[in-house]
């Protein structure tokens, strides 16, 4: 049996991780999952999580573990993932990835891990969400800086309404990155040191088509 092939999408706040992961999910042929988009599909659906959801986001905190991976772990099992699948935003701190070592071995058994890692500094971050906007309905991100929708405040996907990010100030932004590079950075040390693990440092300042080309050079290597 082929091993599962799982691809993990690094970079802090607005670095480019859900418009590569889409990108890359068309090319591979394998699905694009976004913790944050699991979490807010939830959220929709469930009042009293919404509650607790907005008081994490809306403080730039990380939503704790227990609740990522009850929606992740669900959405790993579906027949799509069989295959292999890309993280979006997972894992951000060691404890999550002892929890999905511990997922993949048991479910999975054999699996290839790769990390792609998008670089770039705090003031582009800055400047990148100013310009962002997300699909109301489809979670499709766009930037007016760097991919602006066809029609202005409209999805090319699915016709619903870009909308400003509850989280895209600056105060939280700033929070957000001293978050990153206090619990996530340490993620990316640990899979440096394991042998099995293919680690791809990608300029994340580079146009979206070379970022997507440079990405695919490393993983077809």
């Known amino acids: 049996m082929d ?40 959220m929709e659906k469930d009042l009293d999580f919404r509650e607790k959801f907005n ?19 669900d959405r790993l ?33 054999s699996y290839e891990l790769s990390v792609v890692n998008l670089l770039i ?3 582009s971050i800055v400047q990148r969400v100013s310009g962002r906007f997300v699909c109301s309905d489809c979670g499709q991100t766009y930037n007016i800086y760097l991919y602006p929708p066809k029609v202005e405040g409209v999805c090319d996907s699915c016709a619903g309404v870009l909308e400003k990010r ?4 600056p105060e939280i932004i700033k929070n957000r990155y001293e978050i990153f590079n206090q619990q996530t950075v340490p993620v990316l040390d640990y899979y440096q040191n394991l ?3 293919k680690i791809f440092n ?18 077809n290597d």
């Open 3 to 42: 091993k599962v092939r799982v691809v993990l999408l690094f970079g802090p706040q607005s670095s480019g991780k859900g418009t590569q992961g889409m990108m890359l999910e068309k090319s591979l042929g394998i699905p694009h999952i976004s913790t944050g988009r699991l979490l807010r599909v939830k």
């Open 55 to 73: 008081s994490f986001v809306l403080r730039g905190d990380l939503v704790p573990d227990q609740y990522i991976y009850e929606v992740l772990f």
């Open 77 to 109: 099992q579906e027949a799509d993932c069989q295959k292999g699948f890309i993280l979006d935003g997972y894992p951000r701190n060691l404890s999550q990835i002892k929890a999905m070592e511990k997922f993949l071995g048991d479910y999975f058994g």
């Open 121 to 123: 500094p705090f003031e």
């Open 166 to 169: 509850a989280d895209d100030q």
């Open 195 to 197: 042998d099995n693990v």
């Open 202 to 219: 990608i300029d994340g300042e580079q146009t979206i088509d070379e970022i997507f080309k440079n990405i695919m050079a490393k993983l």
